[in-house]
Structures are given as structure tokens and as C-alpha cells.
């Protein structure tokens, strides 16, 4: 695991998240600190998958990238006998990339 934790890509030029290509693993360390800012919104959902997906500590897979260039994740959680599926954008910080094992 990448133990960088800075929100730059390893050239130092980018924001990690601009450098993701589908099929690229990140890990989601910390619920981003921009949600913690006064007058910023995010839904409770939204919020309470943040903090299962830290909680978890399991990779990531990017899943694609929309039009406007942000990596989408796809997970699923069992709650009440059934499954839930979300899909999250990631556009900050609160995340590193995962290098494969040899």
C-alpha cells in the first residue's frame, strides 16, 4: 500500500484522483475533510457509505470515468437481509492508490 497519503499523484503535478484509469484500486482512508466544512451538504447516505468504505479498509476498483473526468466506484453493503448497491464520484482528497502485490 502507498503510504503517501498527500492527494497529489507521485509527478506531484496532479490531484491523485485526475490520474485514475478504470480498472486502477484505490483505498478510501478518511472520509474527506471538505464534508466536515461549514455550509458544505452531502447527504446522510452518502455519508454513511463514506464511512462504512473507511471502515472496511478494503481496495477499490475504479469502475469508470464520466465526461467530466471524475472515477467512479461501484460497492455493495448487506443490510436487512439484502443488498444495496452505490455508486460514489471521487473529486478530493481521503484516498490512495493501492500497488499491486508481487
Known amino acids: ?9 507521485a509527478s506531484g503535478k ?14 478510501l482512508f478518511e ?9 458544505y451538504y452531502i447527504h446522510r447516505d452518502t455519508m454513511r457509505v463514506y464511512k462504512k468504505l473507511v471502515a472496511r479498509k478494503r481496495p477499490l476498483r475504479i469502475a469508470w470515468i464520466d465526461e467530466y473526468g471524475h ?16 455508486s ?9 492508490r493501492v500497488l499491486r502485490r508481487r
Open 71 to 86: 472515477p467512479w466506484i461501484v460497492c455493495r453493503f448487506r443490510e436487512k437481509g439484502r443488498w444495496h448497491w452505490h
Open 1 to 9: 500500500m502507498n503510504r503517501n497519503r498527500s492527494t497529489q499523484s
Open 14 to 27: 496532479k490531484p491523485l484522483w485526475k490520474t485514475l484509469k478504470v480498472g486502477d484500486r484505490i483505498r
Open 31 to 39: 472520509v474527506p475533510r471538505e464534508f466536515f466544512q461549514e455550509g
Open 88 to 96: 460514489l464520484a471521487f473529486n478530493h482528497d481521503g484516498i490512495v
